[in-house]
């Protein structure tokens, strides 16, 4: 099985991998319930079909919470925010972020509009102190919002107080569900949208209010099933729900799992120094920090204690350390050499509520070698350097047990033909396919060639240089901007000035025929000096004759200094007239006008090039990680699911390459 081999629900892809590894859990992970975790249920219904296949459904709740540096007013620490390229272009998000219908966080920053051939920088600047707010306006990824915490200090999802956060995920809900319900009808199905919205809604405050002393992870982990429920129309069977600090707590009673073996290569004296080059090697030149970054004796693991936070553990050979915000050094009585040392150590010192979780690149071979892991098509972008990890270590003769990842495939567009809602359209899709409301199966059966024809926009839009060309173009793009009245107007004031500059071409011809004559005395005048000097220097006696040709000379250049200034004052007079006339009052009105124009028509083409961008980037991204929510909310039936699960399509990923 390979990367390109795709086989349809109930393939030969889950039924080989069930007897590869038997009793091997399906591990799907995701940091928040709200987005396309639950649509992993298609699994569970291949596997229901195949009668086998265990799937462990699980809260990554090991990250931190989202957070920015951008502080907002107002009460709370706990805020909804917007992605753009500007105020937020820092924010990153985990466990706190919901896209409304059709919405994605897929930027359409100031260098994709460049390279459309926005003007960006002119249009912003055109906007004065307003400038901040333009670009924040125009780079917003749409139907997209994070929970944000403002504070200053690091969260981590599986330790923040449900009576901190829960106000917050109830607020991020509102809007994401508010924002999706009036995009759909008729009456019948928008009331059906609403109803499922209360529904999730429901679920989440009753637990709130029931569980003020919980953490969100628990609200996670009570909202998954049921959302696994809700697209599926009845309970998942043969799962169970976790969290990633559960899986990992590490204790001496859990080290001997599998999924810690992968943690002793990097304590064992016989693999510690190769595992932790491979390390390095695989992450060399990436975003991610080399081993030698956090310190002496750094493994790829942080450590997570209740109270003190998530930090690297360091093991050196007197002390293992944990940085966490306030550092906990371990004093050792002999070294720590396997991961049953390391847990017996750390328990005698921090208890057994503790959980050892693999930096991004390492968590995936932990995790894999005792579970398969369930990504979508998009999903986990660090595994192509966590295989060059595995790779290394096996070609160094270290024996590696790990399971390949099963990927789907989701249609989620395609499957939409089983709906019969009508939708009405966000701005930037009903742009793109000309129209505000489209039934399901027409938008089915149309958006893969709307998302081919708003690339061509963005291609065509790079190579139109001349604002007529652009204007032009927009007359067949945008038939409410008046483009063809604006174009005849745009004609009109070109000629306008044409005119002026015909009118000032005498003068223009008259000031190059001063120039001309002012660099021909000034040859002359330098003649003259230099004569001048020559005849200085040949006289021995100062007679009368010589005292006359010495002031012939100097009468001679005088004259040709009064003449060259009269010409340069001749100068400054004409260009004064030709000022006049192709910067006077006339002139600065077209001026004004035809710069209007331009930037209406950069205005024009920005608006088209960010609706061509959030449709071209924003349906492939959420054809592959559509909200599971969007799916009842939109075909309370079932059957968009359904036909998602018929269509998903599974490959195999190896962790590990083979030889």
């Not at 333009?134 to 599986?158: H, K, N």
């Not at 990436?286 to 310190?295: C, E, H």
């Not at 306030?326 to 847990?343: D, F, M, N, R, Y």
């Amino acid at each position: 099985m390979s990367i390109t081999d795709t086989e349809p629900a109930g393939s030969s892809v889950v039924s080989q991998l069930l007897a590869d590894y038997p009793g091997s859990p399906f591990l799907a992970l995701g940091q928040t319930v709200f987005w396309d975790e639950p649509v992993k249920a298609v699994l569970r219904l291949a596997l229901d079909n195949l009668g086998a296949g265990h799937m462990v459904l699980g809260v990554h709740d090991t990250d931190y919470f989202a957070k920015t540096r951008v502080r907002k007013s107002g009460p709370g620490r706990f805020v909804l925010m917007a992605h753009n390229d500007g105020t937020t272009r820092d924010l990153w998000s985990a466990a706190g972020e919901v896209s409304t219908l059709f919405g994605s966080e897929t930027l359409p920053d100031r260098h994709r509009l460049k390279a459309a051939g926005v003007p960006f920088q002119r249009l912003a600047r055109s906007h004065g102190e307003a400038a901040a707010a333009f670009l924040d306006s125009v780079t917003e990824a749409w139907g997209w919002r994070g929970l944000v915490y403002t504070g200053s200090t690091d969260l981590i999802v599986s330790r923040l107080p449900l009576k901190d956060v829960g106000a917050g995920v109830l607020q991020l809900l509102a809007w994401a569900f508010e924002n999706a319900a009036v995009q759909i009808g008729p009456a019948c199905c928008c009331g059906e949208a609403h109803r499922s919205a209360d529904t999730v809604l429901g679920w989440c405050r009753e637990y709130c209010e029931q569980n003020p002393d919980k953490f969100l992870t628990d609200l996670f982990q009570s909202v998954l099933p049921r959302m696994y429920e809700l697209v599926i129309g009845s309970a998942p069977s043969n799962v169970t729900v976790d969290g990633t600090a559960n899986l990992l707590r590490f204790t001496p009673a859990t080290a001997s799992l599998p999924r810690f073996k992968f943690v002793d290569l990097f304590l064992s004296p016989a693999s510690r120094e190769l595992a932790a080059s491979a390390y390095n090697a695989a992450v060399q030149g990436s975003n991610i920090y080399t081993l030698d970054k956090f310190g002496a004796g750094a493994i790829p693991f942080d450590l997570i204690i209740p109270g003190k936070g998530r930090g690297t553990i360091r093991v050196t050979p007197r002390v293992v350390f944990v940085e966490t915000p306030q550092p906990v050094a371990i004093g050792l009585k002999q070294p720590v050499t396997s991961v049953q040392e390391l847990a017996q150590v750390l328990a005698a010192r921090l208890g057994n509520e503790i959980s050892l979780v693999g930096k991004a690149v390492s968590l995936v071979s932990m995790l894999a070698q005792e579970f398969i892991f369930v990504f979508n098509e998009e999903g986990s972008t660090y595994v192509t350097i966590t295989r060059q990890l595995n790779d290394t270590l096996a070609e160094a003769g270290i024996p590696l047990d790990m399971r390949p990842i099963l990927r789907i495939r989701y249609e989620t567009w395609d499957a939409l033909s089983a709906a019969t809602a009508t939708i009405r359209l966000p701005d930037h899709l009903a742009s793109a396919f000309g129209r505000a409301a489209i039934t399901c199966p027409e938008f089915a059966a149309s958006w893969r060639s709307v998302v081919e024809e708003q690339k061509q926009v963005c291609t065509t839009s790079a190579a139109l240089r001349k604002p007529s060309d652009l204007m032009n173009y927009l007359q067949g793009r945008d038939p409410l901007g008046n483009w063809d009245s604006k174009l005849q107007r745009y004609a009109e004031i070109r000629t306008g000035l044409l005119v002026l500059r015909q009118e000032a071409m005498p003068l223009h011809s008259e000031v190059q025929h001063a120039y001309t004559r002012v660099s021909s005395l000034r040859k002359q005048r330098a003649e003259a000096q230099s004569q001048m000097g020559s005849h200085f220097r040949s006289i021995t006696e100062w007679n009368e004759e010589a005292t006359e040709k010495r002031t012939e000379f100097g009468n001679q250049i005088s004259a040709l200094d009064y003449e060259i200034r009269e010409l340069l004052r001749h100068v400054i007079t004409l260009k004064e007239d030709i000022r006049a006339i192709e910067k006077g009052a006339a002139a600065q009105r077209l001026r004004t006008e035809l710069d209007s124009i331009e930037r209406d028509a950069e205005m024009a083409r920005l608006k088209l090039v960010r609706n061509a961008l959030l449709t071209s980037d924003g349906l492939p991204h959420t054809n592959h990680r559509p909200s599971a929510w969007w799916l009842p909310m939109v075909d309370s039936t079932g059957g968009w699911f359904r036909k998602i699960a018929e269509t998903a399509r599974y490959y195999t990923e190896p962790l590990l390459t083979e030889k």
